[in-house]
């Protein structure tokens, strides 16, 4: 990580908005403090701290120090006894650049093409996967496969996740049209289509490869059959590529992320949206014609990522909500709500539980057409959930919707994706203290939290320099990728490298910048994307 000392006064470090809650953590000390100008060394606030309670998941007593009241634009760090924090900025807009820098993280995950050094600088890299894919079940048939985005530290490619990754962005410009209007920039940029459309084709014009035109179900990964060492970068992974088979969970996911492109490009590109909803009802027909269908499992000569999901009614549930919002259809409605009928999570967003979209899609949808006792139900049920969330937020010292339990293998992907809920019932209610509640969220992610580390590569004072990400250790330049969220603290400890320097610690001290950490130190699309969403909420 950064050579920056470990600090016990944490903030975050890229910085706070003027107008809002600002706060400092302390572990351990309590007292007066002092809020520093960076820039003319003058106090420009002093205050106390509360009381210290301890934070079961951090493993100590902390305090908070707030400084709300101070709203003049500048650059701060906050003084305590002999402790300093890290400095950040107040700004009208703070997020701005680590919202743009989040966005083009997934033009630096692209497969497929030349990652020039106009726009990735040094990170640039040749084409890499350019050749043909065999279908595994199907080794006489090959397809042609380039295109998409490397899922995370390695180069295999998934619908499942994939299709999460797409429908976080999209939503996230459907919601937020105003944290989009600057270019990125990226090759395709044109000031007439927002860059994150034109990021979201890229991986929207690879998922249609990974229809299989025969029958309309979506293959469940590209991959080679074993991940390339560490080192090796995109363009050396010359091993042959397997469309390995078709299941009910990535079929699922492609029919609800491509019927909501086709509502959100069709005033962009009708031909398109016209082609996107084309594949996402043949792969509902694909789903309704496979009522039950196992789980995916890798075959035994394939060791990259399974993604493997024995419950598909979550992303049917997705996928007819979709159908219904952007057709209005009667026929998915009826399918919907017979989905809804079922007993399975419906406010999740991770890969596994995709329920959470098809709840929103219904919520967000054409409320005169719903079935006023469902809609009901549904928002009852998310309006309870981030209850749920902001009432463990209020109760823990980092103020994160995060038990000790759920320090688990991807943590940051629930820290935002509870944060992404949050702002859902904001959105349903305009109710502020869910929109309070999601921006503790980003305060943890960028320092706030009991390491004093921001888990987005390049931002912050002391953010992660050694993340399990091949380009990022096999390209030779100094700093990591920019832009890519840490998987975080882990308390399973499922790595060598964690096991064996991590033993004993607090669940929220569960991680280690090393780039042999693949469960606490990987990166994913599918962490970065709902980063993205709860940024873009507070980028004016």
């Known amino acids: 990580m950064s050579d920056a000392k470990q600090r016990s006064l944490t903030v975050n470090q890229v910085g706070y908005p003027l107008h809002g809650g600002k706060c400092v953590i302390s572990a351990g000390k309590e007292g007066s403090f002092e809020v520093i100008n960076s820039d003319t060394g003058e106090v420009a606030y002093r205050g106390e701290t509360g009381h210290s309670q301890f934070d079961e998941s951090a493993g100590t007593a902390v305090c908070t120090g707030d400084f709300s009241a101070l709203t003049t634009p500048g650059s701060y760090y906050v003084r305590l006894g002999d402790e300093v924090s890290a400095p950040f900025l107040l700004s009208d807009n703070p997020y701005a650049e680590l919202q743009r820098g989040l966005l083009k993280a997934f033009y630096l995950f692209r497969c497929g093409c030349d990652l020039d050094e106009t726009y990735a600088g040094p990170w640039n890299h040749k084409a890499c996967h350019l050749a043909d894919g065999t279908v595994y079940d199907d080794p006489g048939r090959k397809l042609e496969s380039k295109g998409g985005w490397h899922d995370a530290g390695d180069y295999g490619q998934y619908t499942g996740p994939g299709a999460k990754a797409v429908a976080d962005l999209l939503l996230a410009y459907e919601f937020y049209p105003q944290a989009f209007t600057s270019q990125l920039p990226i090759p395709e940029s044109d000031d007439v289509t927002p860059d994150v459309l034109h990021e979201c084709r890229y991986e929207l014009e690879w998922l249609f490869k990974m229809q299989d035109n025969k029958t309309g179900g979506a293959f ?5 059959k074993h991940f390339p060492d560490l080192n090796v970068m995109p363009e050396d992974d010359l091993a042959d590529l397997y469309f390995l088979p078709v299941s009910a969970t990535a079929t699922g996911c492609f029919a609800g992320v491509m019927a909501m492109a086709s509502r959100v490009y069709r005033q962009f590109d009708g031909s398109f949206a016209d082609r996107c909803l084309e594949a996402a009802r043949a792969a509902w027909q694909w789903l309704l014609d496979h009522p039950e269908t196992p789980g995916f499992k890798n075959p035994q000569d394939v060791s990259t990522g399974e993604y493997g999901d024995e419950h598909d009614l979550d992303e049917r549930y997705w996928a007819a909500a979709e159908l219904f919002r952007t057709t209005g259809d009667e026929s998915y409605h009826r399918q919907f709500k017979a989905l809804a009928a079922q007993q399975f999570p419906k406010y999740e967003l991770g890969w596994a539980d995709m329920g959470a979209y098809g709840s929103l899609a219904y919520l967000v949808g054409n409320p005169v057409k719903a079935d ?102 096999g390209d030779k330049v100094a700093d990591p990728v920019p832009g890519l969220v840490a998987g975080g603290p882990n308390r399973g400890l499922n790595d060598d490298c964690m096991m064996e320097h991590l033993q004993g610690k607090a669940p929220a001290q569960c991680f280690i910048d090393d780039e042999l950490s693949y469960a606490g130190n990987e990166v994913t699309i599918y962490w970065n994307s709902p980063a993205v969403f709860v940024v873009s909420n507070f980028v004016k």
């Open 220 to 224: 469940h990964k590209l991959t080679t």
């Open 372 to 473: 006023q006792t469902l809609y009901s139900q549904l928002k009852a049920g998310l309006l309870a959930e981030a209850d749920k969330l902001t009432a463990i937020s209020n109760a823990v010292g980092y103020g994160i919707s995060l038990t000790p339990a759920d320090y688990i293998w991807g943590s940051n992907m629930v820290v935002m994706n509870r944060a992404m809920l949050l702002l859902f019932a904001y959105r349903l209610t305009e109710n502020t203290r869910y929109e309070e509640s999601a921006i503790h969220h980003i305060h943890y992610l960028m320092g706030r939290n009991p390491l004093d580390l921001s888990y987005v590569t390049g931002f912050g004072d002391r953010p992660v320099m050694h993340p399990h990400h091949r380009p990022s250790v």
